[in-house]
């Protein structure tokens, strides 16, 4: 067997001349145990910070006795004017926080001025939500899917896929209807819903169960789908259903499947192929807060414990009337 050949350091990059920086390196590897890659993005941070505190010529070694807070804050700010990430610059705090704390450890400076610095909070993402046409459209496509596949077959349909364009929509409508999570709507059973008085009990995250309206469009689908699901029984050998939805076997439908069959949907209706059924929990709050639903109520649809995590959907509203206020004003 032909000797391993030893692999090589990667040739230190100027800075590294520096002898602060060098030991800090040293300690990555030796200390931490950190790999050449970790240890070339500090060196990379560090850089740009001696950059901007010394130019673009400044040679090594550097006075890091000199940088105070200020000299910290206004390299960090410079990342917020240029329109960086802010898991950008909480990065290279990280990176020189650890870097001055290595050097007040050898005494190579008296302070470290990153130090109780607060880590930039990064831009809370706005959930992606869909129009109502585009609801529409959505809540549609398995009936549209399911009479094309009819208007095409030389036989007559086998009775569960009508049983699953019914299932189907029966599950967008709910999902639309109601805000559930896909695992909340997985986990319905005929006990959990009352089509009569148009709720259902759902159980949520720390098993915490909470009642959701049902609406007429989405009652009367599920009627449809729990019709053709119990004359199925039989052909199923079953006496009762265990679950709300079944799949072609019988058993309960898992949120992969429901995933699964959403996919199907949203390439009938032309449609984002990335939408997730959370996508339509999203919708639901959504439009209810556009139509002046209190903030409160919506929270306990969705069985939010924090008010705050209800209020993203504020702020989507806002965006969504900026957008439309900034095509159609002639000034704007």
């Not at 929990?281 to 069985?303: K, P």
Request: glycine residues 6%.
């Amino acid at each position: 067997m032909a000797p391993r050949k030893k692999t090589s350091r990667p040739a230190a990059p100027p800075i590294a001349r520096d002898p602060a920086i060098a030991s800090f390196a040293e300690y990555l590897r030796v200390e931490r145990n950190a790999s050449e890659h970790t240890v070339a993005a500090y060196l990379s941070d560090i850089e740009q910070f001696s950059k901007q505190l010394w130019g673009e010529d400044a040679q090594p070694p550097f006075p890091w006795k000199s940088p105070d807070r200020f000299a910290a804050r206004r390299f960090l700010a410079s990342f917020a004017k240029s329109g960086r990430a802010a898991t950008t610059a909480g990065r290279k705090m990280s990176s020189l926080r650890s870097f001055f704390r290595f050097m007040v450890r050898e005494n190579l400076v008296k302070d470290n001025p990153f130090a109780g610095l607060q880590q930039p909070k990064p831009r809370r993402r706005l959930p992606k939500v869909l129009s109502r046409d585009e609801v529409v459209r959505l809540l549609e496509a398995p009936a549209q899917l399911y009479h094309e596949a009819q208007s095409r077959a030389k036989s007559a349909p086998h009775p569960f896929a009508a049983y699953a364009a019914l299932r189907d929509t029966a599950i967008l409508e709910l999902f639309y209807s109601t805000g559930m999570r896909v695992a909340e709507l997985c986990g319905l059973t005929d006990a959990r819903l009352d089509l009569l008085t148009g709720t259902a009990l759902v159980r949520g995250k720390g098993r915490k169960e909470r009642l959701c309206p049902i609406g007429r469009p989405a009652a009367a689908a599920l009627q449809a789908a729990l019709d053709a699901r119990d004359g199925l029984l039989p052909w199923w050998g079953l006496s009762r259903a265990p679950a709300l939805f079944l799949n072609k076997h019988g058993g309960p439908l898992t949120p992969r499947s429901v995933e699964r069959a959403l996919k199907k949907y949203l390439a009938a209706a032309n449609l984002d192929p990335g939408i997730t059924p959370h996508v339509l929990r999203h919708s639901f709050a959504t439009h209810l807060l556009d139509a002046g639903a209190d903030l409160r109520s919506v929270q306990e649809l969705l069985g939010h414990a924090s008010l705050s995590t209800t209020q993203i959907y504020t702020h989507v509203s806002v965006e969504k009337l900026k957008e439309e206020y900034h095509r159609a004003h002639p000034r704007a």
